[in-house]
Protein backbone atom coordinates (compact mmCIF):
# COMPACT_ATOMS: atom_id res chain seq x y z
CA UNK A 1 0.00 0.00 0.00
CA UNK A 2 1.28 3.38 -0.75
CA UNK A 3 1.95 5.51 1.59
CA UNK A 4 2.69 9.35 1.48
CA UNK A 5 3.95 11.43 5.16
CA UNK A 6 4.15 14.72 5.18
CA UNK A 7 6.00 16.30 8.28
CA UNK A 8 7.40 19.56 8.90
CA UNK A 9 4.31 22.03 9.55
CA UNK A 10 4.22 24.41 12.39
CA UNK A 11 3.78 28.00 13.22
CA UNK A 12 6.19 30.45 11.67
CA UNK A 13 5.47 34.34 11.86
CA UNK A 14 4.57 36.46 8.69
CA UNK A 15 8.62 36.47 6.49
CA UNK A 16 9.60 33.29 8.15
CA UNK A 17 10.52 29.90 6.60
CA UNK A 18 9.37 25.95 6.79
CA UNK A 19 10.30 23.15 4.61
CA UNK A 20 8.08 20.60 4.39
CA UNK A 21 9.15 16.92 3.46
CA UNK A 22 7.01 13.99 2.47
CA UNK A 23 8.51 10.26 2.77
CA UNK A 24 6.99 8.32 -0.17
CA UNK A 25 6.39 4.15 0.77
CA UNK A 26 6.57 3.82 -3.63
CA UNK A 27 9.88 2.07 -4.50
CA UNK A 28 9.27 3.21 -7.84
CA UNK A 29 9.19 6.98 -6.37
CA UNK A 30 11.80 8.40 -8.91
CA UNK A 31 9.57 7.33 -11.59
CA UNK A 32 6.49 9.62 -10.43
CA UNK A 33 5.85 12.70 -11.10
CA UNK A 34 5.13 14.93 -7.48
CA UNK A 35 2.53 17.53 -6.21
CA UNK A 36 2.68 19.73 -3.15
CA UNK A 37 -1.23 21.11 -2.36
CA UNK A 38 -2.69 22.83 0.09
CA UNK A 39 -6.14 23.98 1.57
CA UNK A 40 -7.49 26.47 4.01
CA UNK A 41 -10.36 26.79 6.14
CA UNK A 42 -13.17 27.11 3.90
CA UNK A 43 -11.58 26.63 0.32
CA UNK A 44 -11.01 24.60 -2.17
CA UNK A 45 -7.71 22.20 -2.17
CA UNK A 46 -5.22 24.24 -4.90
CA UNK A 47 -2.11 23.34 -6.46
CA UNK A 48 1.12 24.58 -4.95
CA UNK A 49 4.29 23.16 -7.06
CA UNK A 50 4.85 19.88 -8.56
CA UNK A 51 8.25 18.06 -10.13
CA UNK A 52 8.44 15.74 -12.72
CA UNK A 53 10.43 12.30 -12.60
CA UNK A 54 11.67 12.52 -16.44
CA UNK A 55 14.41 15.77 -16.07
CA UNK A 56 13.05 16.94 -13.53
CA UNK A 57 11.29 20.33 -14.62
CA UNK A 58 9.36 21.88 -11.97
CA UNK A 59 6.18 23.84 -11.56
CA UNK A 60 4.32 26.39 -9.01
CA UNK A 61 1.71 28.14 -8.82
CA UNK A 62 1.63 31.92 -9.64
CA UNK A 63 1.21 32.72 -5.50
CA UNK A 64 4.29 30.19 -4.33
CA UNK A 65 6.60 31.43 -7.87
CA UNK A 66 9.76 32.71 -6.57
CA UNK A 67 9.10 31.99 -2.38
CA UNK A 68 8.55 28.12 -2.86
CA UNK A 69 11.12 25.81 -4.26
CA UNK A 70 10.20 21.59 -5.10
CA UNK A 71 12.58 19.92 -5.14
CA UNK A 72 13.24 15.47 -4.90
CA UNK A 73 15.83 12.97 -2.83
CA UNK A 74 14.72 10.19 -5.02
CA UNK A 75 17.31 7.86 -3.16
CA UNK A 76 15.83 8.76 -0.01
CA UNK A 77 12.25 8.86 -1.85
CA UNK A 78 11.18 11.93 -0.09
CA UNK A 79 9.98 14.96 -1.95
CA UNK A 80 10.70 18.30 -0.24
CA UNK A 81 8.88 21.87 -0.38
CA UNK A 82 11.04 25.02 0.67
CA UNK A 83 8.76 27.92 1.45
CA UNK A 84 10.50 31.49 2.17
CA UNK A 85 9.05 35.02 2.85
CA UNK A 86 5.60 33.30 4.41
CA UNK A 87 2.34 34.78 4.50
CA UNK A 88 -0.24 34.49 6.23
CA UNK A 89 -2.47 33.57 3.07
CA UNK A 90 -0.01 30.99 3.01
CA UNK A 91 -1.70 28.99 6.03
CA UNK A 92 -3.25 25.88 4.93
CA UNK A 93 -2.80 21.82 5.57
CA UNK A 94 -0.47 20.93 2.70
CA UNK A 95 -0.21 17.83 1.21
CA UNK A 96 1.67 16.17 -0.85
CA UNK A 97 0.35 13.75 -3.60
CA UNK A 98 1.80 11.50 -6.12
CA UNK A 99 1.05 10.73 -10.17
CA UNK A 100 1.24 6.83 -11.52
CA UNK A 101 4.40 5.54 -12.31
CA UNK A 102 5.97 6.63 -15.84
CA UNK A 103 3.52 9.81 -16.42
CA UNK A 104 5.07 12.48 -18.27
CA UNK A 105 3.04 15.92 -19.53
CA UNK A 106 4.06 17.89 -21.61
CA UNK A 107 1.75 21.09 -20.23
CA UNK A 108 2.21 22.10 -16.95
CA UNK A 109 -1.67 22.09 -16.76
CA UNK A 110 -2.01 18.94 -16.15
CA UNK A 111 0.65 18.96 -12.86
CA UNK A 112 -1.87 21.50 -11.51
CA UNK A 113 -4.93 19.38 -11.62
CA UNK A 114 -6.11 17.28 -8.31
CA UNK A 115 -7.75 14.90 -10.56
CA UNK A 116 -4.23 13.62 -12.24
CA UNK A 117 -2.57 12.45 -8.79
CA UNK A 118 -3.61 8.98 -7.44
CA UNK A 119 -1.83 8.76 -4.05
CA UNK A 120 -2.24 11.69 -1.25
CA UNK A 121 -0.50 12.04 2.38
CA UNK A 122 -2.62 12.93 5.12
CA UNK A 123 -1.40 16.93 5.31
CA UNK A 124 0.61 18.66 7.47
CA UNK A 125 -0.64 22.10 9.22
CA UNK A 126 1.06 24.96 8.33
CA UNK A 127 0.13 28.57 10.19
CA UNK A 128 1.79 31.75 9.32
CA UNK A 129 0.91 35.02 11.88
CA UNK A 130 1.00 38.20 11.12
Known amino acids: QVQLAESGGGLVQAGGSLRLSCAAS????????MGWFRQAPGKEREFVAA????????YYSDSAKGRFTISRDNVKRTLYLQMNSLKPEDTAVYYC???????????????????????WGQGTQVTVSS
Open 97 to 119: AAIKEGIFYSSPYFYSRLGEYDY
Open 26 to 33: LRTFSSHA
Open 51 to 58: IGWSGPST
